[in-house]
């Protein structure tokens, strides 16, 4: 079984800034994309970013220069920081990771941008 764990979502004001990381753990033979979406309410879930095996990343454009995706390999952990925050940014946001055999989601942390 494979298991993600997110954390680090909470209230912030507008302008703010919080990092979120997710840590895969259980039987993972090698993680090839890393990847965070979110969902508010009423709305589909959309991506966020997405960060290759190799370091390539993508973005959402209205999260361009305000949110950065990294990712630690040895510890299996892909990190969202996001600085300069809206509220059109408050949604629960999910970490996905697709390995050799299937993909994967976590069970979300909420973000809520609001003064």
């Known amino acids: 079984q494979v298991q993600l764990v997110e954390s680090g979502g909470g209230l912030v004001q507008p302008g703010g800034s919080l990092r979120l990381s997710c840590v895969a753990s259980?039987?993972?033979?090698?993680?090839?994309?890393m990847g965070w979406y979110r969902q508010a309410p009423g709305k589909q879930r959309e991506l966020v970013a997405r960060?290759?095996?190799?370091?390539?990343?993508n973005y959402l454009d209205s999260v361009k220069g305000r949110f950065t995706i990294s990712r630690d390999n040895a510890k299996n952990t892909v990190y969202l920081q996001m600085n300069s925050l809206k509220p059109e940014d408050t949604a629960v946001y999910y970490c996905?990771?697709?390995?050799?055999?299937?993909?994967?989601w976590g069970q979300g942390t909420q973000v809520t941008v609001s003064s």
């Open positions: 259980g039987s993972i033979f090698r993680i090839n994309a």
């Open positions: 996905n990771i697709d390995t050799t055999s299937r993909g994967y």
């Open positions: 960060i290759t095996g190799s370091g390539r990343t």
